[in-house]
């Protein structure tokens, strides 16, 4: 599917982390860094909770809406942008008095919503109903980001990816469009061989509140239709949701089973690498 979309499209969107290299073992420790910021009496707790989102068997999945203030997990339609059913930590469904009936993307403001869109937010959200601040959270992911550069075996090539992007861009238009800083991105880029190939990078891109912004001055630079872009990324709603609604073809990279949405624009695979 993915080179489908490929040949009837101009221009690719890429993201950067958990997109243009392997490992998902930083979400673990991501897991670890926040439990050192929790009580202890609620480890066991927080560990079972994100097994059991690991394996499907909680309905914090990915595609949903967390509620930091109402302290529940919503369904949202990312083409109505409709907030559908509430659960809470036990998996039942609760009524939320006065709750918005829409959540437009530029409503994600983590402040109350926030958007499980890939693999750090389920930790992330399990830590907050556990009462952890933000502050705290913040100092996870940092301490976690931090990490992955220090340690082996935590930012890993994709096989095959450097050589298969040379090609594309030989024919496509390649961007980057990537929430990380400037200094983080020239980092990787480098270390993963891939500082040549993006015809323009994005960094501190504000997704998801302000993906549609990027994503409509692609369409101008470009000077493409929706249906001749390709967003791929790691993050539903980042890179997968707002790609749909404007009508360009998007790929999801993931280990997960979930299946937010059926559309023929859309695809999932596990991984970029090349064989």
């Known amino acids: 599917m993915l080179n489908s979309f490929i040949e009837k499209t101009d221009v690719i969107i890429f993201d950067l982390d958990g997109t243009l290299y392997e490992g998902d073992g930083h979400f673990s420790l991501m897991v670890e860094n926040l439990k050192k910021r929790l009580p202890e009496e609620h480890h066991q707790d927080f560990d079972q909770l994100y097994k059991q989102s690991l394996a499907g068997e909680h309905s914090l999945t990915i595609g949903k809406v967390y509620d930091i203030q109402e302290d529940v997990i919503w369904t949202w339609n990312p083409f109505t942008t409709e907030l559908t059913v509430a659960h809470n930590w036990d998996n039942e469904v609760v009524e939320i008095e006065d709750a918005p009936k829409k959540l437009s993307v530029s409503e994600f403001d983590y402040k109350r919503f926030v958007p499980i869109g890939d693999g750090w937010w389920p930790p992330y959200s399990i830590a907050r109903h556990f009462g952890l601040k933000n502050d705290d959270t913040e100092w996870a992911y940092h301490r976690t980001k931090e990490q992955m550069a220090n340690l082996d075996g935590f930012l890993e090539p994709t096989p095959g990816l450097r050589g298969y992007l040379e090609e594309l861009a030989k024919t496509k ?29 994005v960094p501190s891109a504000l997704k998801p509140k302000n993906t549609n912004k990027h994503f409509e001055e692609v369409l101008t630079r470009y000077d493409v239709k929706p249906e001749q872009v390709l967003s791929i990324g790691d993050n539903f709603m980042n890179e997968v949701a707002p790609a749909l609604q404007l009508g360009m073809y998007s790929v999801w990279l993931t280990t997960s089973e979930d299946v937010p949405v059926e559309d023929k624009k859309f695809a999932k695979i596990r991984t970029l690498a090349q064989n």
């Open 173 to 201: 238009k390649l961007v980057l469009i990537t929430n990380s800083e400037i200094n983080d991105v020239h980092r990787l880029l480098k270390f993963l061989g891939l500082d040549h190939i993006f015809s323009d990078i």
